[in-house]
C-alpha cells in the first residue's frame, strides 16, 4: 500500500511538501511517481524518480517541483514550490506505470489565489 499525505491549503506562492509511504519495500521499485487529478479532470504523472534518483518533470511544474525518494524510509517526497491555483489537485503517488490497487486515497492540495 501507498499513503500520500501533507496536503493543505496554502496561498499562491506557498510551498508544501508530500510525502508517499509504503507499507513495503521500495529499493527494489525502479520508477515511482507522484500524480494529480484536479476536479473534472484526467490523472496526470507530474514527476517521476528512479531508483537510482534520476528525475523527470511534466512541464508545468519543472522548476518548480522536486521529487526525491529514502529507500530506507520506504517513502518518496514532492516538495512543491511556487505553488499556483492551478496546482490544485488530489496528489497520488503511485509506481510508474501505475498499479490499480496503489492509488490509495490520495492527499489534496488547495491553492488559494
Known amino acids: 500500500q501507498l499513503q500520500a499525505s501533507g496536503g493543505g491549503l496554502v496561498q499562491a506562492g506557498g510551498s508544501l511538501r508530500l510525502s508517499c509511504a509504503a507499507s513495503?519495500?521500495?529499493?527494489?521499485?525502479?520508477?515511482m511517481g507522484w500524480y494529480r487529478q484536479a476536479p473534472g479532470k484526467q490523472r496526470d504523472l507530474v514527476a517521476g524518480?528512479?531508483?537510482?534518483?534520476?528525475?523527470n518533470y511534466a512541464d508545468s511544474v519543472k522548476g518548480r517541483f522536486t521529487i526525491s525518494r529514502d529507500n530506507a524510509k520506504n517513502t518518496v517526497y514532492l516538495q512543491m514550490n511556487s505553488l499556483k491555483p492551478e496546482d490544485t489537485s488530489v496528489y497520488y503517488c503511485?509506481?510508474?506505470?501505475?498499479?490499480?490497487?496503489?492509488w490509495g486515497q490520495g492527499t489534496l492540495v488547495t491553492v488559494s489565489s
Open positions: 513495503g519495500s521500495i529499493s527494489s521499485i525502479n520508477l
Open positions: 524518480i528512479t531508483s537510482s534518483g534520476v528525475t
Open positions: 503511485n509506481y510508474i506505470p501505475p498499479r490499480y490497487n496503489y
